[in-house]
C-alpha cells in the first residue's frame, strides 16, 4: 500500500519561503502522477501542483512562477519550493499520489502565512 509521510510546514511572514517534502512508500501501486493540494479553512481541497511518471509538471495559475515541484531519483522522495509566499497560501497542504483509479492522501501539514 501507500505511505506519505510529509514536513516542512510552518508560520512564515509574506514574501519568505518553506520548502515541502513528501517521503513515499508506493508499493504495489501504478503511479500515474504525484502532486501537492491545499485545503483552506471553509474551502475545497485543491490542486497545487503535480508530476507525472514520465516527468511531466502541472501547476495551478495561482503558484505558476512561485511554486517549484520536484522529485528525487529514486522516484519516492516530492518536494515543492514555495517562494513569494503570501496570506493566500495558507493552507494544508497534502501529499498526493494517484494511479489512475484513486488518490492516496498524506497527513497534511499546515503551511501559515501572516504578518
Known amino acids: 500500500q501507500v505511505q506519505l509521510v510529509e514536513s516542512g510546514g510552518d508560520l512564515v511572514q509574506p514574501g519568505r519561503s518553506l520548502r515541502l517534502s513528501c517521503v513515499a512508500s508506493v508499493s504495489g501501486v501504478n503511479v500515474v502522477y504525484m502532486g501537492w493540494y491545499r485545503q483552506a479553512p471553509g474551502n475545497r481541497r485543491e490542486l497545487v501542483a503535480r508530476i507525472t511518471n514520465v516527468g511531466i509538471v502541472q501547476y495551478a495559475d495561482s503558484v505558476k512562477g512561485r511554486f517549484t515541484i520536484s522529485r528525487d531519483y529514486a522516484k519516492n522522495t516530492l518536494f515543492l519550493q514555495m517562494n513569494s509566499l503570501g496570506p493566500e497560501d495558507t493552507a494544508i497542504y497534502y501529499c498526493?499520489?494517484?494511479?489512475?483509479?484513486?488518490?492516496?492522501w498524506g497527513q497534511g501539514t499546515q503551511v501559515t502565512v501572516s504578518s
Open positions: 498526493n499520489v494517484n494511479d489512475r483509479s484513486r488518490d492516496y
